[in-house]
T-cell receptor
């Protein structure tokens, strides 16, 4: 069974500073995918970044980068140059692998979430 | 981009009535759609996986007779909360995946259900 853990219920950061949101995972499958989503107060889930288990490089998307430490089973999100609009709930998620039998559809398991507050 | 809509965005209903929530993929065909439930300040909990033309797969602890899911076409899945009670009040979010080769799920904006 897959498990995703986010141990920081809340984080605070000063505007323009960088912040790291922690995520650890547990799986016995060699093939998996890791996601980070942002959920503002409106409720929509905004995709930020994806890391495949076989990807050699850490994923980056603009101000977002994923610090993928496979041996430690961690996939921390780094947000550089924080902005006030970054204040939101952030979720780490893991995709289960698709199986050859076609009965697995790549469902996501989410962590508990981290509420990020950016101070001016 | 890939857009997923949900309707309604908010619904208030009386206890004992049924409510239908629609999830549509607007510009792509979704072979698989997922339904999640989220309580305030908590994580998303997967309720069921919906595949076009076949029965939905429910997660453990989710009552299939309570939460009816129909994936009638490649662009539409519906979740019906039958005989709703106040404890069913929650935020319901759907997501859609384009196909087996696509790793990304595209989320709808969510539906806030309040049962009085």
């Amino acid at each position: 069974a897959q498990k995703i853990t986010q141990t920081q219920p809340g984080m605070f950061v000063q505007e323009k500073e960088a912040v790291t949101l922690d995520c650890t995972y547990d799986t016995s499958d060699p093939s998996y995918g890791l996601f980070w989503y942002k959920q503002p107060s409106s409720g929509e889930m905004i995709f930020l970044i994806y890391q495949g288990s076989y990807d050699q490089q850490n994923a980056t998307e603009g101000r977002y980068s994923l610090n993928f430490q496979k041996a430690r089973k961690s996939a921390n999100l780094v947000i550089s140059a924080s902005q006030l609009g970054d204040s939101a709930m952030y979720f780490c998620a893991m995709r289960e692998p698709y199986n050859a039998g076609g009965t697995s559809y790549g469902k996501l398991t989410f962590g508990q979430g981290t509420i990020l507050t950016v101070h001016p | 981009g890939a857009v997923v809509s949900q309707h309604p965005s908010r619904v208030i209903c009386k206890s004992g009535t049924s409510v239908k929530i629609e999830c549509r993929s607007l510009d792509f065909q979704a072979t698989t759609m997922f339904w999640y439930r989220q309580f305030p300040k908590q994580s998303l909990m997967l309720m069921a996986t919906s595949n076009e033309g076949s029965k939905a797969t429910y997660e453990q602890g989710v009552e299939k007779d309570k939460f009816l899911i129909n994936h009638a076409s490649l662009t539409l899945s519906t979740l019906t909360v039958t005989s709703a009670h106040p404890e069913d009040s929650s935020f319901y979010i759907c997501s859609a995946r384009k196909g087996r080769g696509s790793y990304e799920q595209y989320f709808g904006p969510g539906t806030r259900l309040t049962v009085t």
